[in-house]
């Protein structure tokens, strides 16, 4: 089992960057694919974007191909998105989610393990 703790949220203004952390707790904890969702008011929550365990492959959703970087560092049993250019709709709170599915999965419902939130918000 896994617990994470999203970090890093905060307000900024259009065009700006934030970079989140979903810290995870337990040895295993490189063992398992993180992904990251956001939700925003009244809407369902979708994928931003995925790296595998190893940190070879990685997933974006379209809306933030080429704004959005996500990396981890294994050993701090740690997982940065680094958002750039954001813009409002980018408003949001982000989660960090976990599996130990053998490929990366996009669907909500797939993972097993999520952190708490942290609210993003972008102003015009």
């Known amino acids: 089992q896994v617990q994470l703790v999203e970090s890093g949220g905060g307000s900024v203004q259009a065009g700006g960057s934030l970079r989140l952390s979903c810290a995870a707790s337990g040895r295993t904890a490189s063992t398992y694919n993180v992904a990251w969702f956001r939700q925003a008011p009244g809407k369902e929550r979708e994928f931003v974007a995925a790296i595998s365990r190893s940190g070879s492959s990685t997933y974006y959703a379209d809306s933030v191909k080429g704004r959005f970087t996500i990396s981890r560092d294994n050993a701090k049993n740690t997982v940065y998105p680094q958002m750039n250019s954001l813009n409002p709709e980018d408003t949001a709170v982000y989660y960090c989610?976990?599996?130990?599915?053998?490929?990366?999965?996009?669907?909500?419902?797939?993972?097993?393990?999520w952190g708490q939130g942290t609210q993003v918000t972008v102003s015009s």
């Open positions: 989610a976990a599996n130990r599915a053998i490929a990366v999965v996009t669907t909500p419902k797939m993972y097993d393990y």
